[in-house]
């Protein structure tokens, strides 16, 4: 399992009700499902992702985040998640703001465009950087908002959205001690629960 799912299971308490946006193949709910008791729901916009959910058995609704999530009430999820799809998202800013109107907490994971592997191949090579975190050429990626952690965390303030907790998390385990003591050079990935308190 990728390493910022494995992160997030400590973030949900048992018995919650959990809404995966961007569900992918359903593997974190699945695993939510038998580790933690929960119970919840994904919404995937690629079929094939689809028909993997059905296959283990994951509750999945087929939806384009881009068309907004009006159509689900206020707090009717414990938890909301989405990992490693802010940065492909229209509005990334709506679509936080609305996961955290429908949950309770949200918790969003995403790729950290200010890693010092990025920093190196744009300085040397002059190129936008093609890694196996993200294996896309500039033209047909579907990233199209770069965002750091730094980035991140200004929208956090200018919105009045509360950090319950923060990690940043790398593929190798010698990047992890360099990763928590300077999160946006060293932090491939970047993990944040979230809440607001009204």
């Not at 919650?16 to 961007?22: E, G, K, Q, Y």
């Not at 580790?35 to 690629?46: A, I, S």
């Not at 989405?82 to 709506?94: R, S």
Request: charged share 20%; hydrophobic share 40%; net charge negative.
């Amino acid at each position: 399992m990728r390493i910022d799912l494995n992160s997030i299971q400590s973030y949900i308490a048992t018995n919650s009700h959990v809404l995966d946006l961007a569900c992918g193949d359903g593997k974190l709910l699945l695993a939510l499902k038998n580790n933690k008791n929960v119970t919840g729901v994904g919404l995937e916009n690629d079929p094939q992702h689809i028909t993997t959910c059905i296959k283990n058995g994951v509750n999945v609704v087929e939806h384009d985040l881009n068309k907004g999530l009006q159509h689900i009430d206020r707090h009717s999820y414990d938890v909301v998640v989405m990992t490693q799809a802010l940065q492909a998202m229209q509005k990334p800013d709506v679509i936080l703001e609305d996961m955290l109107r429908i949950g309770k907490e949200c918790i969003i994971t995403f790729p950290n465009f200010a890693h010092w592997k990025a920093r190196w191949h744009l300085l040397v090579h002059g190129r936008m950087p093609v890694s196996d975190l993200l294996p896309y050429e500039w033209y047909d990626t579907p990233n199209i908002h770069f965002c750091t952690i730094k980035d991140f965390e200004i929208l956090c303030k200018e919105r009045h959205i509360t950090v319950l907790n923060k990690t940043v998390v790398s593929e190798k385990d010698s990047s992890q001690t360099l990763a928590q003591l300077h999160p946006n050079l060293f932090g491939e990935t970047a993990v944040y629960h979230l809440t607001r308190h009204h």
